[in-house]
């Protein structure tokens, strides 16, 4: 069974790089036709997609986010990483990590939840 | 235009049907899956495809196309399906990143 678990600093402050990664147990991340995935979720709001890598490390970015986001694989490790530039107090949410494939989403990490604070 | 609409709240008597809606261009040309959200909990895939569950997803959850839009039938509602349901398709590039904008269901 596939697990995602996210990882990183719970709290960045403004105009800072938030950094997170998610190790995948359970299965190879450099096997199958898999999309490795960053979606976020203010509080009492709804899921917005961040980003994606493919396996080959091919990546793809919400538009709106793109000139700020970076994700990135490690096969040695078994992670993917997000990075996201020059925070503001609106980039404060759970961020998950998930797995896509021909079925949609059916595997995420259980979220955690990143503070842009001073 | 890559939007996905739903109505922002549904409630359903206890054993009844619930349709949730989702509307969109982006659902002409690709099917929606549709996530299951508990209060803090991560989402859980509920229907993908044109109509499929995935493993240990009960039965009464189905799924259905039309059009611009997208529908996800609770047949037989549970106490235990009250939630948020987020449906998600592609854009027009083929990326997966749009998200509906979400329908609390409420079982009464």
């Known amino acids: 069974q596939v697990q995602l678990q996210e990882s990183g600093p719970g709290l960045v402050k403004p105009s800072q790089t938030l950094s997170l990664t998610c190790t995948v147990s359970?299965?190879?991340?450099?096997?199958?036709?898999?999309?490795w995935s960053w979606i976020r979720q203010p509080a009492g709001k709804g899921l917005e997609w961040i980003g994606r890598?493919?396996?080959?490390?091919?990546?793809n970015y919400n538009p709106s986010l793109k000139s700020r986001v970076t994700i990135s694989v490690d096969t040695s490790k078994n992670q993917f990483s997000l990075k996201l530039s020059s925070v503001t107090a609106a980039d404060t949410a759970v961020y998950y990590c998930?797995?896509?494939?021909?079925?949609?989403?059916?595997?995420w990490g259980q979220g955690t939840l990143v503070t842009v604070s001073s | 235009s890559s939007e996905l609409t739903q109505d922002p709240a549904v409630s359903v008597a206890l054993g009844q049907t619930v349709r949730i809606t989702c509307q969109g261009d982006?659902?002409?040309?690709?099917?929606a899956s549709w996530y299951q959200q508990k209060p803090g909990q991560a989402p859980v895939l509920v229907i993908y495809?044109?109509?499929n569950r995935p493993s240990g997803i009960p039965d009464r959850f189905s799924g259905s196309s039309s059009g611009n839009t997208a529908s996800l039938t609770i047949t037989g509602a549970q106490a235990e399906d009250e939630a948020d349901y987020y449906c998600?398709?592609?854009?027009?590039?083929?990326?997966?990143?749009?998200f509906g904008t979400g329908t609390k269901v409420t079982v009464l």
């Open positions: 359970g299965g190879s991340i450099s096997s199958g036709s898999y999309y």
């Open positions: 495809g044109k109509n």
């Open positions: 998930a797995r896509y494939d021909s079925s949609g989403y059916p595997y």
């Open positions: 982006s659902l002409r040309s690709y099917y």
């Open positions: 890598i493919y396996t080959s490390g091919s990546t």
């Open positions: 998600n398709s592609r854009d027009s590039s083929g990326n997966p990143r749009v």
